[in-house]
Nanobody
Framework: VQLQASGGGLVQTGGSLRLSCVASGRTSFSWTVAWFRQAPGKEREFVAAIKFNGGHTTIPESMKDRFSISRDNAKNTAYLQMNSLRPEDTAVYYC???????????????????WGQGTQVTVSS
């Protein structure tokens, strides 16, 4: 399976971006797709996840008021909508997919066996 992330860019504080993650190859309706981010000098951080079958989402409480995740099953695409962006949101955003993800490990990088190349998001102050 190949994952292609796109939609990153440079935005001012308070702006919005929508990231896309397109899956191709041997995809599965039972997959969970997640977004992680990694800022310079920091560990990779969980941002959001969505189960393609049913659309159940998981987003950390600290991000729920600004970020949302959705999917289009017909396009094998997951989206991360980011609003009210802040300089601290600056990072490389990665999408990942896994076929054996359960509720308890959704935020864990090790639950995902397929990763995209990342897309840079830069928020200027």
């Amino acid at each position: 399976v190949q994952l292609q992330a796109s939609g990153g860019g440079l935005v001012q504080t308070g702006g919005s971006l929508r990231l896309s993650c397109v899956a191709s190859g041997r995809t599965s309706f039972s997959w969970t797709v997640a977004w992680f981010r990694q800022a310079p000098g920091k560990e990779r951080e969980f941002v959001a996840a969505i189960k393609f079958n049913g659309g159940h989402t998981t987003i950390p409480e600290s991000m729920k008021d600004r970020f949302s995740i959705s999917r289009d099953n017909a396009k094998n695409t997951a989206y991360l909508q980011m609003n009210s962006l802040r300089p601290e949101d600056t990072a490389v955003y990665y999408c990942a997919a896994g076929s054996s993800v359960i509720q308890s490990n959704r935020a864990s990088q090790t639950a995902y066996g397929n990763w995209g190349q990342g897309t840079q998001v830069t928020v200027s102050s």
